[in-house]
């Protein structure tokens, strides 16, 4: 079986495809054009269910793990479990503000528009921290029988959206995503 966090790595791809689907969308929003609600709102939908309840508490396992006997990017690690606890704050206030902004407020568009440039650069920034040196130093250190540890503590939940199995409230987004 692959270690869980090559599974961790196809997540980020399938969430670097849903961001950019949302900064197609901003742009739209931002050139004052017809923007897809429907999909946004699944897109936003999506990101509480799965990177913030499930991928994130994955890491937050791999991370705690190796943090147990391990001094190597400890910092590193240690903001980025900080990060998780932020992060679906984030999304919390993202939907808020979509919905406040379906209610036509034209400066609630402005402003939901600045803060998804925001949302869209810090769930990016802190993949690339995890790709470009946590995930590759944690790698480096565990072995096969850390990984098998680690998977025994993990309960997996499928992704609704880029999984065998999409949920039928996704399917519309994801030909959206995908294209
Ligand atoms: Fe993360
Ligand atoms: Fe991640």
């Excluded at 799965?50 to 391990?70: G, I, Q, R, S, W």
């Amino acid at each position: 079986m692959k270690p869980i966090i090559d599974k961790l790595h196809d997540d980020h791809i399938n969430f670097i495809k849903l961001l950019e689907f949302l900064e197609t969308q901003k742009n739209l929003l931002k050139s004052c054009q017809q923007i897809d609600i429907e999909s946004i709102l699944d897109a936003i939908q999506y990101m509480k269910e799965y990177p913030d309840l499930v991928h994130h508490p994955l890491e937050n396992v791999v991370f705690k793990y190796f943090l147990a006997d391990h001094d190597e990017v400890c910092d590193e690690l240690k903001a980025l479990l900080q990060e998780h606890d932020e992060l679906p704050v984030l999304t919390d206030k993202l939907m808020e503000m979509l919905q406040s902004a379906l209610a036509a407020v034209p400066q609630k568009r402005e402003e939901l528009c600045r803060y998804l440039e925001e949302y869209i650069v810090i769930q990016k920034e802190h993949m690339n921290k995890e790709e470009s040196l946590a995930y590759p130093t944690i790698k480096s250190v565990l072995n096969d029988h850390d990984w098998e540890n680690i998977s025994s503590e993990l309960e997996f939940i499928k992704d609704p959206l880029f999984g065998n199995n999409v949920k039928k409230s996704y399917q519309a987004l994801l030909q959206k995503v995908i294209g």
